[in-house]
């Protein structure tokens, strides 16, 4: 998988709507690894934490944040609500391959700490206590996007009700679904 900026690099805060303590905003950490973005992005999370919103960061490239430095990219994350890794970004971050030594280093950066883990699963720590919720079964044609999904899954719960339990098993579901098709959007149904 190639990585690509795309959007995320044209974030403007000041064309945020406005936000309030119902809404979330989700960002993927591209948008950090370039020096206008990532200011913008910067003030984005500020007035959305000033809101009282949500806020979300998915790691998004263990190589970029190798390249930008694990201690500038953990200042840039500190203070949001939830942060999305994957394993391999979980352990470049923390050198860690015991994820959930990982995640307990983490909780320092984010009040949620949610880790995909593939076929294993993902887990979340919130307030020292892991929740797990085990991969679902699929026919796994092609895995790209299936983070992405699992995030949007989850996020989508969570506009609904902060339950961790339930943002973990629909996060798990709409990963399945999209890992069992070609393509990183499944089809509307």
Same mark, same amino acid.
């Given at each position: ?8 690099? =044209? #974030?403007?805060?000041?064309?945020? $709507?406005?936000?309030?303590a119902? &809404?979330?905003?989700? +960002?993927?950490?591209?948008s950090l %690894?370039? *020096?206008?973005?990532? #200011? *913008?992005?910067?003030?984005?999370l500020?007035v959305?934490?000033?809101? @009282?919103?949500?806020?979300? +960061? ?10 930008? @430095?694990?201690?500038e990219?953990?200042?840039? +994350?500190?203070?949001? =609500? ?5 394993r &391999?970004e979980?352990?470049? +971050?923390?050198e860690?391959? &015991?994820?959930?030594?990982?995640a307990? /280093? ?5 009040n949620y700490?949610v880790?995909? =883990? !593939?076929?294993? !699963?993902?887990?979340?720590?919130? *307030?020292?206590?892991v929740?797990? /919720?085990?991969?679902?079964p699929?026919?796994?044609? =092609?895995?790209? @996007?299936?983070?992405?999904a699992?995030?949007? @899954? %989850? ?6 009700? $902060? &339950? ?8 798990? *579901?709409?990963?399945?679904r ?12």
């Amino acid at each position: 998988m190639f990585p690509y900026k795309g959007a995320n690099v =044209d #974030i403007k805060a000041d064309l945020l $709507p406005a936000l309030s303590a119902n &809404d979330i905003l989700y +960002i993927a950490s591209y948008s950090l %690894f370039a *020096e206008g973005s990532r #200011i *913008e992005t910067l003030k984005a999370l500020s007035v959305a934490r000033s809101a @009282g919103a949500t806020t979300a +960061i998915d790691a998004a490239s263990s190589a970029l944040i190798r390249k930008y @430095g694990i201690p500038e990219f953990l200042s840039w +994350i500190k203070g949001c =609500d939830i942060l999305f890794l994957n394993r &391999d970004e979980a352990e470049a +971050i923390t050198e860690s391959s &015991d994820l959930h030594s990982a995640a307990t /280093q983490l909780s320092q950066y984010a009040n949620y700490v949610v880790i995909k =883990d !593939g076929a294993q !699963g993902s887990f979340a720590l919130h *307030e020292g206590r892991v929740h797990h /919720q085990q991969a679902l079964p699929a026919n796994v044609i =092609d895995t790209t @996007g299936a983070g992405d999904a699992y995030a949007g @899954g %989850f996020l989508a719960h969570w506009s609904l009700t $902060p &339950d961790l339990e339930g943002c973990l098993r629909t996060g798990a *579901e709409v990963a399945s679904r999209a890992i069992s098709q070609v393509g990183a959007r499944p089809p509307r149904s």
